[in-house]
């Protein structure tokens, strides 16, 4: 490669490309793919090229060509960097104790969300921002290359406005979430709070943003409230996002559909009317199970969505309530083992199927020209993140093809992995 910074990966013992490409043995000598991503790819005993930050070539190691530097994979898997399209990270404060007593048989309640909302207003931005910065050095760390942050702890026109200003400086994917509940001191007055959240909040917000979110649930907001808040978004030049069927069947699917959605989160009470319309739109369907396991509820059922021909993708929802995990292997985990998914499908909703509902064909998959977000995984192939549950076993990733994260140099002599 003529690329003073290019980079060969090679010795990989399975490379999960999500380009459409499966295990035909050929190169794809720089032939970028229709940019779908609609399947589940791999090929074994590959290699790869970065140069420039994208990916460069793939093909059969024994076929690649120099570069000016190397890392020989020993055997592991490379997949594509996580995209987890759904996360709450700007907060202060904890809920250790409401978990406990959740575990100890009381149900889960949005209650929760405001002891968050009056730490999150009394914390200073440098607060604030070590405890973001923390939870993205943590996902990094567990393979996330990609992620959604929300709004939707701070409630006030200033206080949302700064958790925004906050989230913009770690990614490009944030969210406002003023709609996520009503404040206390609108609790007399919910239509003046939606008002708030459609004119001078949105006003101040819409700059930092590239989605808006509303947590359409009974105990939260209806329908009409719901797809008011969207449209307002929508003409603030903002795309929507929906917290939909969360606690119990609800209009937030049909919410999502109807606006145009890129995707509709939560969805694990579902009626077939629902199944339909997200298996008929483009809107993703996109799971969360680590709520289901921090709140002890039934796990959404992936299998009955992948069956109707619905896209599903995979996402933490880490926040400090329903899901203080950032973990996209243990949702990887969950999905496989409580919600019917093959370790393929499970692999794919936690990477190509997060681009997609983040709109995004530049990453979820290792395409020629894909963005260089990768993980080497230190087990021979991706079934290894079900297979393993809580293991770490991520160890290194590159993000841009530049490494950003790793647990342990790659050593380079044949590992247990190695198929030779
Ligand atoms: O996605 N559903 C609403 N919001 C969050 C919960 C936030 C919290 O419990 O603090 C969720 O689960
Ligand atoms: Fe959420």
């Not at 589940?40 to 590959?46: I, V």
């Not at 008929?280 to 039934?298: D, I, K």
Request: net charge negative; with cysteine.
């Amino acid at each position: 490669m003529s690329d003073a910074q290019s980079t060969l990966i090679t010795g990989i013992g399975e490379l999960v490309s999500n380009d459409g490409q499966p295990d035909d043995g050929q190169s794809n000598d720089g032939q970028p793919n229709d940019g779908q991503h609609n399947a589940f790819a791999a090929m074994t005993d590959a290699a790869l090229v970065i140069a420039e930050g994208k990916v460069a070539w793939t093909g059969p190691a024994a076929r690649a060509p120099a570069a000016d530097s190397v890392v020989d994979a020993a055997g592991r898997a490379v997949l594509p960097g996580f995209a987890d399209s759904h996360a709450h990270l700007v907060f202060a404060g904890e809920r250790s104790a409401e978990f406990a007593a959740r575990m100890a048989g009381r149900p889960y309640r949005t209650g929760g969300i405001l002891g968050t909302v009056e730490a999150t207003r009394a914390a200073s931005d440098a607060v604030l921002r070590a405890n973001l910065r923390r939870l993205v050095a943590e996902m990094l760390r567990q393979g996330t290359t990609t992620f959604e942050c929300k709004s939707g702890y701070g409630l006030t026109v200033p206080d949302e406005a700064r958790g925004l200003a906050l989230a913009a400086e770690v990614t490009p994917e944030v969210t406002y979430l003023g709609a996520h509940v009503v404040p206390p001191e609108f609790a007399a007055d919910p239509a003046g709070y939606v008002d708030l959240v459609c004119g001078p909040m949105l006003d101040a917000c819409a700059p930092s943003a590239r989605w808006v979110d509303v947590f359409c649930e009974d105990g939260a907001f209806g329908a009409d409230e719901a797809a008011a808040v969207l449209a307002a978004g929508q003409a603030a030049g903002l795309d929507a996002r929906v917290h939909a069927n969360q606690l119990g069947p609800g209009p937030g699917v049909r919410v999502a559909a109807a606006a145009g959605a890129a995707s509709a989160d939560h969805c694990t009470f579902l009626t077939d009317g629902d199944v339909d319309a997200l298996a008929s739109t483009p809107v993703v369907a996109t799971l969360l199970p680590g709520v289901e396991f921090s709140c002890r509820q039934p796990f959404p059922q992936a299998r009955r969505l992948l069956d109707a021909g619905a896209t599903v993708a995979l996402a933490t929802d880490c926040n400090p309530g329903s899901s203080f995990t950032s973990s996209m292997p243990f949702c990887i985990a969950l999905a496989v083992r409580e919600m019917g998914m093959t370790t393929e499908e499970a692999v794919w909703a936690a990477t190509a199927g997060g681009a997609r509902a983040l709109r995004r064909t530049d990453i979820g998959h290792l395409g020629v020209g894909a963005r260089a977000d990768l993980i080497l995984l230190d087990a021979p192939s991706h079934t290894y993140l079900a297979y393993r549950p809580g293991v770490p076993q991520i160890a290194a990733v590159w993000q841009a093809g530049a490494p950003a994260s790793r647990r342990s140099p790659p050593s380079g002599r044949r590992a247990a992995w190695s198929r030779a």
